[in-house]
């Protein structure tokens, strides 16, 4: 089972290389373990920084260009570039805590699992932020648990930090470029669902930066994610296309 990496990248010279750090030590660890087939490929997303030269400061890292400014752009040209059938989706400033890969290997020994998320710890904000993120979490749970289980629509996944299955994806049609940002994750989870089981559990955790938070606000964010999270489930569309840039530019 091989295991394919995908992670965009715009101007992330700052955060990409402590990603990639946390990618390899979890591979060397389940490698002392078990055989593991696996690539890592970092899309360079229209950087003007030094994004790709410290990507490459990982001597198993493939680097590939898209020109395309664009989350889910860079995100169909890592899919593109790969060839394993699972496909891990993270971002350039998240961290794989210990265990991550492992779990992911165990979860999709189940052959009708085609989707796999976890919740995001925000690692460099103050406790009081994130305990207000998991009443956040818990909401978003309880309205996955009725649209999901009572309305039979969609499902729930968290964006840098989902793993698919390739020959599902495909069959689903591939990512959706028409969409800027808010809600691809739940356009990915809505789609791929009618293809096998999205599993959301909260033993898949990724630490990740709560720079955008930070930026955004807690409410506004909260806000912006649950509207088009609802809009795509409903209407297949996002309700915004605007979002915010929160890297150097």
């Keep these: 089972m091989k295991v ?11 955060m990409i290389g402590k990603c990639l750090a946390s990618v390899f030590k979890e591979i060397g660890r389940v490698h002392a373990g078990e055989s593991l087939d696996v690539e890592v490929v970092v899309v360079d997303n229209a950087s003007t920084d030094a994004t790709r030269e410290e990507a ?4 198993n890292v493939t680097v590939v260009s898209e020109g395309l400014k664009g989350l889910v752009y860079a995100r169909r040209a890592g899919f593109v570039a790969t060839d394993g059938e699972i496909v891990a989706n993270i971002d350039a400033d998240t961290m794989l805590p210990a265990g991550w890969l492992s779990t992911v290997m165990r979860e999709f020994k189940n052959t ?49 930090n989902f793993v698919l299955r390739r020959s599902a ?33 909260w033993r898949f955790p990724m630490y990740t930066s709560g720079r955008r938070l930070q930026k955004e606000g807690l409410v506004r964010m909260s ?23 929160v890297r150097p530019r």
């Design 4 to 14: 394919s990496f995908v992670i965009p990248a715009h101007n992330e010279e700052a």
């Design 56 to 59: 490459l400061k990982f001597p």
């Design 112 to 160: 009708d699992l085609v989707a796999l998320s976890g919740p995001y710890i925000y690692y460099d904000l103050p406790a009081w932020k994130r305990a207000l993120v998991k009443v956040f979490y818990f909401v978003g749970y309880l309205i996955h648990l009725l649209n999901h289980h009572l309305f039979r629509v969609g499902a729930m996944l968290q964006g840098g």
């Design 169 to 201: 994806w495909i069959a689903a049609g591939g990512f959706d470029t028409t969409i800027a940002f808010y809600g691809e994750d739940t356009d990915v989870a809505r789609r791929i669902g009618k293809h096998g089981m999205v599993k959301w559990t």
């Design 223 to 245: 806000w912006l994610y649950t509207l088009n999270h609802l809009s795509i489930l409903w209407t297949g569309r996002p309700a915004t296309t605007r979002y915010t840039d």
